[in-house]
């Protein structure tokens, strides 16, 4: 069974730092490209970052570039998004999903994690 | 960028057919799929590439792509269907639609 949990949420306050983390399981984590996708509350889906299978690809939301790092280790199976410099309107549900494919420009997310909640507030 | 429209709501009696479309620019020449997601639930995909069914999703989901409307039908819909709904596709990287509320009367 495919199992995808987020860590490392919290409240921060806004130009501080975070990373989210995503423990995989069940599939083989080297074979897939791996993205984060963010929900604030009441919102809908926003795509923030996708790494290739070899780390070989990688891409960002033009929302978050700069600003984000994206990366996995797949010796321990687990993805991670550091989040920099954050700001009030990066409060939102953070999904760790994983591609269909091992390309991280094309395909559906077809396991989903149940989401780190991460709060920018002073 | 690339944008992708779809109805805030869409409304249907159970056993009818209900039909949410996702519009963008020459959105037929792109791969669409979609997403269900229930109230504090994580998304999960019910079409992928147009019209290709997950294992577990029934047969009364289905879904078209041409010109610039993709299309997510679900037939004789029940009280389980409702749910949010989101197209997706990529265009140098991946974007979402802003979400269909399905509500079943």
């Known amino acids: 069974e495919v199992q995808l949990v987020e860590s490392g949420g919290g409240l921060v306050r806004p130009g501080r730092s975070l990373r989210l983390s995503c423990a995989a399981s069940?599939?083989?984590?080297?074979?897939?490209?791996m993205h984060w996708v963010r929900q604030a509350p009441g919102k809908g889906l926003e795509w923030v970052s996708g790494?290739?299978?070899?780390?070989?690809?990688?891409d960002y939301a033009d929302s978050v570039k700069g600003r984000c790092t994206i990366s996995r280790d797949n010796a321990k199976n687990s993805l991670y998004l550091q989040l920099n410099s954050l700001r009030a309107e990066d409060t939102a549900l953070y999904y760790c999903?994983?591609?269909?494919?091992?390309?991280?420009?094309?395909?559906?997310?077809?396991?989903w994690g149940q989401g780190s909640l991460v709060t920018v507030s002073s | 960028s690339y944008v992708l429209t779809q109805p805030p709501s869409v409304s249907v009696a159970p056993g009818k057919t209900a039909r949410i479309t996702c519009g963008g620019n020459?959105?037929?020449?792109?791969?669409v799929h979609w997403y269900q997601q229930k109230p504090g639930q994580a998304p999960v995909v019910v079409i992928y590439?147009?019209?290709d069914r997950p294992s577990g999703i029934p047969e009364r989901f289905s879904g078209s792509n041409s010109g610039n409307t993709a299309t997510l039908t679900i037939s004789r819909v029940d009280a389980g269907d409702e749910a949010d709904y989101y197209c997706?596709?990529?265009?140098?990287?991946?974007?979402f639609g802003g979400g269909t509320k399905l509500t079943v009367l």
């Open positions: 999903a994983k591609s269909s494919t091992l390309d991280s420009d094309r395909g559906d997310f077809d396991y």
């Open positions: 069940g599939f083989n984590f080297d074979a897939y490209a």
């Open positions: 790494i290739s299978w070899n780390s070989g690809n990688i």
């Open positions: 020459n959105i037929g020449s792109k791969s």
């Open positions: 590439y147009d019209n």
């Open positions: 997706q596709v990529w265009d140098s990287t991946s974007v």
